[in-house]
């Protein structure tokens, strides 16, 4: 196999990992330079997966008590934060975690977070 036909394989093999379709299962992090809202709704998936976790939950019993679909579920469980609406998330977190208080923080973030990236 020359360097070209290896270099052209990896690049296929990277296309299908990052497809989408072929990642169930798979935990999101939030993409490389954030937007507030993207770490906001990120952040309440992660509370949500944290309270799955700490109180020995399935994903049966979080999408009974989020009155949601185990598909739904399991999205925001995996962090798939651009399939819901912050409002959406906050009103699914209220549902499992009564009572809960959202609270927003606004600070100036001197020295962002950049989240590296596979090429």
């Known amino acids: 196999m020359t ?11 990277l296309r299908e990992i ?3 379709k072929n990642n169930q299962e798979v935990n999101y992090d939030l993409p490389e330079n954030p937007s507030s809202l993207q770490v906001a709704k990120f952040e309440i998936c992660q509370e949500i997966l944290g309270h799955k976790l700490k109180n020995n939950l399935t994903r049966e019993q979080v999408a009974d008590k989020m009155d949601l679909s185990k598909a ?6 995996f962090g798939c934060i651009e ?8 009103e ?3 549902r499992l975690l009564n009572p809960v208080r959202v609270k927003v923080i606004l600070e100036e973030v001197k020295n962002p977070v950049v ?5």
């Open 18 to 20: 990052e497809d989408p």
């Open 92 to 94: 699914y977190a209220s």
């Open 3 to 13: 360097k070209n036909e290896k270099e052209k394989s990896f690049k296929e093999y």
């Open 72 to 77: 739904e579920t399991e999205d925001i469980l």
């Open 83 to 90: 399939k819901f609406t912050l409002d959406r998330l906050v």
């Open 115 to 119: 989240h590296a990236k596979a090429v």
